[in-house]
């Protein structure tokens, strides 16, 4: 593989960490203004988490983490102690994974935290360093997503030639992530090594990420990219456009079903029909092993005024009933592989994906 330490990709960063508070990129605000909220709270990245402000599995993580650590400053006070720090670490966490349920990194990143925490208390470090070593973890949470995703870029773009037509879904770019992104990793590891890729971005109805952040994104950096409305995606592909298509996940079960953004599914029956591989990218920290099939992930629904009041304004009837689950379930059956740091996974996934964390 090439390195790539030398990358000269600039995209914007979503979170910052800013020596006593969180610079958090507002991403509904995107693409028509770049705002960084200064978070100084749990309950303020609670909230940022929960509306969207922040988004992408693995920066919701990544939020999550300094969320904790925010939300345990002023526990180390004069009277308290070790048990009294442990417990507050637990209470702001469980706190912190109420915030949104489909993505598993979220509670993957608190889980790591909280194993942080008591193996610092209890090697008898003061409050103080204990503290610090909350603050280490998550900045350390921070660096390996981007090294983690270069390497995913790395290996997607093995799959990849020049040429191709791609399609993505959602946003899985730099902004959903601490950097590069994992579906759209190859696109920006194309770029800088002169690899023409053709990428085709679904608008993703109906939080539009594709077209207000995936668009933007890769429009920046000078990716190749078209944008398209969701219901386009089959005649693209019947056009002889599309020769891969790639999407992240915010969780994968045992068995290689994978929850991705709502839309996502139709997307993998649509490649399916067209003899096009379909491919999910997306760190370790996504597969959820705990979980064995799809039908037992969590999958968030949000509110109707997501549907009903798109635009900025009404688009449906008043009192009109409304479904608007904010992801969907792949099966098994449809994902030609799973890409990850560790490398490329193929079917059985019930195999396949246990072996990836012997390695
Ligand atoms: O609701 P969102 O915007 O948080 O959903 C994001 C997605 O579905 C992404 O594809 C997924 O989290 C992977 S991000 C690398």
Redesign the pocket.
Known sequence: MTDTSTSSYAGLQSLIWAGDKLELLDQRLLPEETVYLPLTTAEEVWESIRH?KV??????GIAAAYGLVLGTAGAGGEGSDQEAWLAEVERVADYLATS?PT?VNLFWALDRMKAKAASAAGSGLSLEACQKALLEEAIAIQSEDEETNRLIGEYALELMKDGMGVLT?????GL??AKY???LAPFYLAQERGISLKVFADETRP?L?GARLTAFELQQAGVDVTLICDNMAGMVMSKGWVQAVI????RVAANGDVA??IG?YSVAVLAKAHGIPFYV??PMS?IDLQTPTGDLIPI?ERSPEEVTEAFGKRTAPHGVKVFNP??DVTPAEYVTAIITEKGVVKAPYDVNLKKLFEL
């Open positions: 969207m988004r992408g599995a693995p920066a919701i949104r993505a879904h959602c946003n899985a770019g959903a992530t992104g994992t579906a939080v990420q999407v992240g996940t915010d991705n953004k996502t990218a997306c996504t968030e904010a992801f």
